[in-house]
């Protein structure tokens, strides 16, 4: 693969390795664009909540001169992008922009995990998802991509609800919808097939197929080796295809602010 915009760093606080490490591992594996999207800091939750997931605010302008000094050393080698993997909170979400903004990010993929604001609502991939719990992601999701501040659509299948394959593909109608409309690709995520997840879904991709939806793989690395492991890459292209799909490589940017 030579394109993989969902990278993330140690600031999370779930990933390892540090930002040199991915660097070099993309970089080894042949990657020509890397980007970084890492969980972002939301300001607003400080004196209300503690999100064990995301980098801290403080942390932002270490990420950026970090990953823009790597940029710097290999700009003779491959392009490297500084941005982020956020959430739509409706009680934050303009908080967190202002202060993202300050640092200019290059895009912003959603990925969207909890519903409501997080602390209030439930995490999507819990088994214990409910169907209404799923139609309240969706709807997030519609709002999100409306700002048209996305570039793209992260593990759009993430809800790990039991319900019928029917319902499934109704969400992933609304949200292959929103997509086209927005013109940005949704992402068939391998992290979820390395993890043997209960994503990326196939009835989803079945879906997007059958809509014309663009996809986009993402790596979702979590560690430097992630870019290592081409077996995930395989199968996701071997299910794509029998969905109808051509995924797309180079993603087209788009600048937030
Ligand atoms: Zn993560
Ligand atoms: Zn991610």
């Not at 409306?146 to 992933?172: M, Q, R, W």
């Not at 994503?199 to 197929?209: L, M, S």
């Amino acid at each position: 693969m030579k394109y993989n915009y969902h990278t993330h760093t140690a600031r999370c606080n779930h990933a390892d390795g540090n930002d040199a490490d991915y660097v070099k591992a993309a970089y080894e594996s042949g990657i020509a664009q890397l980007g970084f999207a890492d969980h972002v800091p939301q300001p607003g939750f400080e004196g209300i909540f503690e999100s064990w997931f995301r980098m801290k605010p403080c942390e932002t302008e270490g990420y950026f001169e970090s990953i823009r000094q790597l940029k710097e050393q290999y700009k003779d080698k491959m392009d490297i992008l500084a941005g982020f993997e956020v959430e739509y909170y409706p009680g934050h979400f303009d908080s967190m922009l202002s202060h993202i903004s300050t640092f200019k990010p290059d895009y912003l993929i959603l990925g969207q995990h909890f519903t409501n604001n997080e602390y209030d609502g439930v995490y999507v991939g819990s088994p214990q998802c409910t169907e209404e719990s799923m139609w309240k992601y969706v709807e997030q999701v519609k709002e999100a991509v409306k700002t048209g501040l996305f570039s793209y659509i992260a593990h759009p299948d993430l809800p790990n609800v039991s319900c019928s394959e029917d319902i499934i593909k109704k969400a992933a109608y609304e949200i292959c919808a929103a997509a086209i409309d927005d013109g940005i690709p949704v992402e068939c995520n391998l992290l979820g097939l390395m993890g043997n997840r209960w994503y990326p879904k196939k009835a989803f991709f079945e879906v997007a197929g059958d809509m014309g939806c663009p996809v986009i793989l993402g790596l979702d690395a979590h560690l430097p080796d992630s870019f290592i492991c081409t077996q995930y890459e395989n199968h996701a292209m071997k299910m794509l295809a029998e969905c109808g799909i051509t995924p797309i490589d180079k993603l087209n940017i788009r600048r937030p602010f």
